[in-house]
């Protein structure tokens, strides 16, 4: 049977092409807060573009994220995953709410919030019966994400719709449900005359093909491996805890990259796939570096050697799947990492390595900003994945609103 698009029954606004005001929520791998970013958004017939009001970042309290990343690990219960999206979808409220009282405006659209992702295993996998008793036949095999943050409570408080839930769509038409800002990306950066890679430095690394004057069905993207969470969980391992990240990339910069193991690294199974591909903390996790310090790389060089890992993975995944590439523009939390950012130029040579500043958008506030633009597109029935990217049989709207 042919797909045709459902109409959505939520009306905008009484203009269809007049501006409105909604707000974006982004939490990302790294799980270290929230950023919210309140835009204005201007519509035309085939897009919408996105001013900047505010932008803020809220950590997460420590007990929040101490939870999520046992969930990381695989050790939070029933329970725990249930009062967990409980309480982020409180603080999303909370924070969408501070953000929106501090600008003083009279009137919200909607928000869109990503959530916090705490699994994502978009290749097929065995779920193991609930019971020993149960026959090996009665296994199941399932591919998923999973998203927390309940939307309703965000909803309630504003009293506005609210887009989440983003994944899920893609992953039904069997594409990986990642990366998701590929069609911003595009609005944002195409040319028509300059080959581009835009690289996101998130808890994973994630990179989008714009090649010049591409259509959208020759958009790739796909996450090129780590980011930031394994230099992160590097220094909390070399500082007994006391550190969450490489400030100013400074253990770096004093390790020493030990080249075995880089080798080693990058031999890893996820770097050899072709795209479409995506990965998170359920690869590159806790454990797999625990193996590393216990076979004795550790302290600074650790730090080192994960951290030229992050620059390599991007450069391999580069020269194996994408054509040309004239300039490369940064984003994510990554660019606040001065060595790191030094790495990911010199691996990336000749391309021209930029920030999303250098192109007049604010980096820290460019994913919130895209979930913006997608909830919009899911409100007015529009399809914001790119199948090329993720793998997925067709485009889709995607999301789950919620109505106040």
């Known amino acids: 049977m042919p797909h045709t698009p459902h109409p959505t029954p939520y009306t905008l606004h009484a203009t269809p092409d007049a501006p409105l005001v909604a707000i974006g929520l982004m939490s990302g791998t790294s799980a270290d807060g929230v950023d919210a970013a309140l835009v204005r958004l201007h519509p ?5 573009r996105a001013e900047l009001l505010a932008h803020e970042t809220f950590p997460y309290p420590e007990a929040i994220r101490e939870t999520i990343f046992s969930c990381f690990e695989n ?15 409180d603080m999303y409220a909370d924070v969408a709410e501070q953000v929106w009282t501090r600008a003083a405006l009279p009137s919200l659209a909607f928000v869109a919030c990503h959530g916090q992702t705490l699994w994502h295993e978009p290749d097929p996998q065995m779920v193991a019966p609930s019971s020993r008793k149960q026959p090996p036949l009665q296994r199941l095999n399932a591919r998923g994400t999973f998203q927390l943050g309940e ?23 069997g594409g990986e449900g990642a990366p998701l800002v590929p069609y911003v990306d595009y609005l944002l950066f195409a040319d028509p005359q300059v080959n581009r890679a835009i690289q996101n430095l998130g808890g994973i690394g994630n990179v989008t093909y714009l090649p010049a004057g591409c259509a959208p069905d020759r958009i790739l993207a796909f996450d090129t491996g780590p980011g930031n969470c394994w230099i992160d969980a590097a220094v ?37 796939r072709p795209p479409p591909k995506s990965c998170g903390r359920e690869w590159y996790n806790w454990d797999r570096l625990s193996a590393l310090w216990d076979s004795g790389l550790r302290g600074a060089n650790l730090v080192a050697t994960v951290t030229q890992f ?3 993975t991007i450069a391999l995944g580069y020269r194996r799947w994408l054509g040309p590439v004239d300039e490369v523009i940064l984003g994510g939390g990554g ?6 950012v030094r790495r990911v130029r010199a691996a990336l040579a000749p391309a021209r390595v930029a920030l999303h500043e250098d192109h007049g958008i604010n980096g820290s506030a460019k994913e919130a900003i895209a979930f913006a633009i997608l909830g919009y597109e899911t409100l007015r029935g529009r399809p914001s994945n790119v199948p090329s990217a993720t793998g997925a049989r067709r485009a889709t709207i995607q999301g789950k609103i919620c109505w106040a």
Request: negative net charge; proline residues 2%; hydrophobic residues 40%.
């Open 44 to 48: 035309d017939a085939s897009h919408v």
């Open 75 to 89: 050790q939070a219960g029933v329970r725990t995953l249930c009062l967990l999206h409980a309480a982020l979808g």
């Open 151 to 173: 939307a309703a409570r965000i909803a309630v408080r504003l009293g506005v719709p609210v887009v989440s839930d983003f994944r899920q769509q893609d992953i039904a038409l």
């Open 236 to 272: 909390e391992m070399s500082t007994q805890g006391s550190r969450k990240y490489d400030v100013d990339g400074k253990l770096a910069r004093r390790g020493v990259v030990e080249e075995r193991w880089l080798h080693l690294l990058l031999e890893d199974d996820y770097l050899q």
């Open 310 to 312: 992050t620059a390599e």
């Open 335 to 340: 660019t606040r990492n001065p060595e790191l």
